[in-house]
T-cell receptor, first 110, second 115 residues
Framework: DAKTTQPPSMDCAEGRAANLPCNHS???????VYWYRQIHSQGPQYIIH???NNETNEMASLIITEDRKSSTLILPHATLRDTAVYYC???????????FGKGTRLSVIA | DAGVIQSPRHEVTEMGQEVTLRCKPI?????LFWYRQTMMRGLELLIY????????DSGMPEDRFSAKMPNASFSTLKIQPSEPRDSAVYFC?????????????FGPGTRLTVT
């Protein structure tokens, strides 16, 4: 079962920052937070992951609260091509495949 | 790099027929995963392999489903006999390792329709 809670849907204006929240209040010390997204009719695509420090790459930023019970994925300048379902996944650092929940359907509006 | 390759991209078959889905992982990746996606159940892990050996098949829905990985560059997911409730998009994914710094690379999926 997914260990995360995400809003089912969000809207964002094109060019603005998209902030996608994720609650993972039962996260344990060795579990990482991963974000993937799935654009319509395609396979999921990795975005970013982190343990406790904030992370940034060319796609997005990941902000993890100090108690690690929640995180936010930030797309700094959303475009129409960022319209997708975004999955927040908590997974231990060992040999465990990812378990996907329902995700958040982000609609970027022109 | 061609990424994960799946075939066919679309499959339409009649109930009771055998269906075989194929996957070619990214070269050098030791892990291969099969997922199924439906509107009702979302994205579910069916089975995964490490170095061609099945590690966990607890997600396989029933005995009608079987998966094999005869070598590092090829895997199949077979449904025999197929039923309408098997209609879904089936994704194959591969990963070089399984741990905190890995990512899973997904193929484009096979959309299966059983009538």
């Amino acid at each position: 079962d997914a260990k995360t809670t995400q809003p089912p849907s969000m809207d964002c204006a094109e060019g603005r920052a998209a902030n996608l929240p994720c609650n993972h209040s039962t996260i344990s010390g060795n579990e990482y937070v991963y974000w993937y997204r799935q654009i319509h009719s395609q396979g999921p695509q990795y975005i970013i992951h982190g343990l406790k420090n904030n992370e940034t790459n060319e796609m997005a930023s990941l902000i993890i609260t100090e108690d690690r019970k929640s995180s936010t994925l930030i797309l700094p300048h959303a475009t129409l091509r960022d319209t997708a379902v975004y999955y927040c996944i908590v997974s231990p650092s060992g040999n465990t495949p990812l378990v996907f929940g329902k995700g958040t359907r982000l609609s970027v509006i022109a | 790099d061609a990424g994960v390759i799946q075939s066919p991209r679309h499959e339409v078959t009649e109930m009771g027929q055998e269906v075989t889905l194929r996957c070619k992982p990214i070269s050098g990746h030791d892990y291969l995963f099969w997922y199924r996606q439906t509107m009702m159940r979302g994205l579910e892990l069916l089975i995964y392999f490490n170095n061609n050996v099945p590690i966990d098949d607890s997600g396989m829905p029933e005995d009608r489903f079987s998966a094999k990985m005869p070598n590092a560059s090829f895997s199949t997911l077979k449904i025999q006999p197929s039923e309408p409730r098997d209609s879904a998009v089936y994704f194959c994914a591969s990963s070089p390792i399984l741990g905190p710094y890995y990512e899973q690379y997904f193929g484009p999926g096979t959309r299966l329709t059983v009538t």
